[in-house]
């Protein structure tokens, strides 16, 4: 099978879209696939044996790390010349448009991936009124699409309000040799918490669509250390927040793996998650998660049995949930080990070979089938 991607983001942007996508195109060339990727931004001509195809695009505004990929020829181009059997809309938006577009007029079926609450994401940078606006775009896009695949049930009820039809669920999978609680390093537990102390950890973005201010709900909480793994325009405010936190700024590969699995309680701020990556790979970590109770986080998180969830509004009380969640696992090991053994065992069927092969096997080959099967006459 020809497979073309066209994704709203791509390698060397570190994030969730680029993160699935680069897993999505090493599993087709694993399989005998061939892949094409075309992405906004710098970058490499090629992943691998997979070619990239890089378009014009602009930098967002308050999230300049994020180039906007630009309608250009160069889709339509790209395209046209690799033929392929499907096209992947990545997260469609402006670029993703652009290639559903070329792609209906070559015939060509498509499978769209939701995987950013645009809409959320707008309300965190506190643009008002472009909520009707936005889920109307939203709409034209994965309308048009052979399928819509949500990540979570909360991300499906979305998508399903605004009237988006042939919707599916399809969770994100997750690298359960990369995260892995025998990763758990007892000398970088000692450096972090040298007096002993129960390590709360927070990984992803550091910036403002995951509300990352409210971390200092839980400073200053006794016996515990705050650990932020990652990079982002907020860090500063974070750190001018809760100074005793330890910064450890983007981590990769195997310091990654041992940082996650090191932690003793994983926390989240974001409430407009249509899946959240990094909840699902503390847990794949043995890693119990606090998380609000919103969006993906709710398909990923069982309350009591693989950690707890919290009001996801940012009121007094609801940080005072947030607070004492953190509180009271802190205070019971036997509890965390117990959670951190169930919160394993509730992802180790979701390894990103079987994810992907169910994406390949049954809604690919479902699209395709369909786009080549004639209409029944009159």
């Known amino acids: ?44 001509e090629a992943h691998g044996q997979t070619p990239v195809v890089r378009v014009r695009s602009l930098p967002l505004p308050m999230y300049p790390e994020f180039p906007i990929g630009l309608p250009d020829n160069a889709v339509r181009r790209a395209l046209t010349e690799f033929a392929p059997d499907v096209v992947h809309l990545a997260s469609p938006l402006v670029l993703g448009m652009s290639g559903l577009r070329t792609a209906e007029r070559c015939g060509i079926p ?65 690298d359960l040799e990369r995260f892995h609680p025998a990763h758990r390093d007892p000398s970088l537990r000692r450096r972090l918490a040298p007096n002993g102390e129960t390590l709360v950890g927070y990984v992803g973005r ?53 940082a996650v699995a090191s932690l003793d309680i994983f926390v989240h701020t974001g409430a407009h998650e ?33 950690g707890m969830l919290y009001p996801p509004e940012e009121s007094e009380a609801a940080m005072g949930g947030f607070r004492d969640a953190v509180r009271h696992l802190a205070g019971n090991a036997e509890l965390r080990a117990q959670m951190g053994l169930a919160a394993r065992d509730s992802v180790v069927g979701r390894g990103w070979e079987r994810i992907l092969d169910d994406l390949i096997d049954v809604h690919y080959r479902a699209v395709v089938e369909s786009a080549a099967t004639p209409p029944l006459a009159a």
């Not at 650990?227 to 001018?240: L, N, S």
Request: proline content about 6%.
């Open 1 to 44: 099978m020809r497979v073309a991607v066209v994704a709203e983001s791509f390698l060397p942007q570190v994030n969730g879209v680029a993160n699935s996508v680069r897993h999505l195109v090493d599993h087709l060339v694993k399989r005998g696939h061939q892949a094409l990727v075309v992405a906004p931004g710098p970058g490499g």
């Open 110 to 174: 498509t499978v769209a991936v939701y995987q950013t609450d645009v809409v959320g994401f707008a309300q965190q940078y506190g643009f008002v009124g472009v909520e009707r606006a936005l889920w109307a775009w939203m709409r034209r896009v994965y309308a048009r699409a052979g399928r819509t695949l949500a990540p979570s049930q909360a991300a499906f009820a979305q998508l399903a309000q605004i009237g988006v039809p042939r919707l599916f669920c399809w969770p994100r999978g997750v």
């Open 206 to 258: 550091v910036a403002t669509e995951k509300r990352v201010h409210l971390l200092r709900a839980i400073a200053g909480l006794p016996g515990t250390r705050l650990v932020v793994v990652g990079d982002g325009p907020a860090t500063d405010d974070v750190r001018d927040a809760v100074p005793e936190a330890v910064m450890l700024g983007m981590l990769r590969g195997e310091e990654l793996s041992q």
């Open 274 to 306: 249509t899946f959240c990556q990094a909840a699902q790979e503390a847990l794949a970590s043995g890693v119990p998660v606090v998380a609000p109770a919103a969006g993906g986080l709710l398909d990923l998180v069982t309350p009591g049995r693989t």
